[in-house]
Structures are given as structure tokens and as C-alpha cells.
């Protein structure tokens, strides 16, 4: 995979776990974990390109229900 990113995901009350378990079903996800602090749960993914993971981000992951808010963060290497 040519570009990985890091989503951060803020849910509604008490959604998280629905979130991870849809989350995981999402071609292109490689992990996720639920997390505490500002953000409910971080997806890791990976995409062949960054116009292949806007698409997945916008037409896969906001879509789960019980999203409220996404910030992606591609991997970058120096």
C-alpha cells in the first residue's frame, strides 16, 4: 500500500464499540483500536493513493453509523 493514514474518530455517546466492530469490516483497514481522550477510536489504513483514501475515508468510514467527526492523518516518511 502506498499511502498509510491514521483516522481519528469522535462518536456519540456510548457508540464506540459498534464503531470498532464496523470499522474492521471496512476493506482497506488494517487496525483499529478504541482509545480514550479527545478522540473515541483511531482507524490505521492504507490506500494505493491519496485519492484512494479520500474515497475511503468519505464513502466507507464516515458513513459508519455513530460518527460524529473524522481527522485523517497520512503517514509521512523523512
Known sequence: MAVNAYILIQTEVGKSEDVVIAARSVPGVTAVNE???P????????S???DDLGKLVVSAIQKVPGITRTLTCPVVNV
Open 39 to 46: 478522540y473515541d477510536v483511531i482507524v490505521q489504513c492504507g
Open 35 to 37: 482509545v480514550t481522550g
Open 48 to 50: 494505493e493513493s491519496v
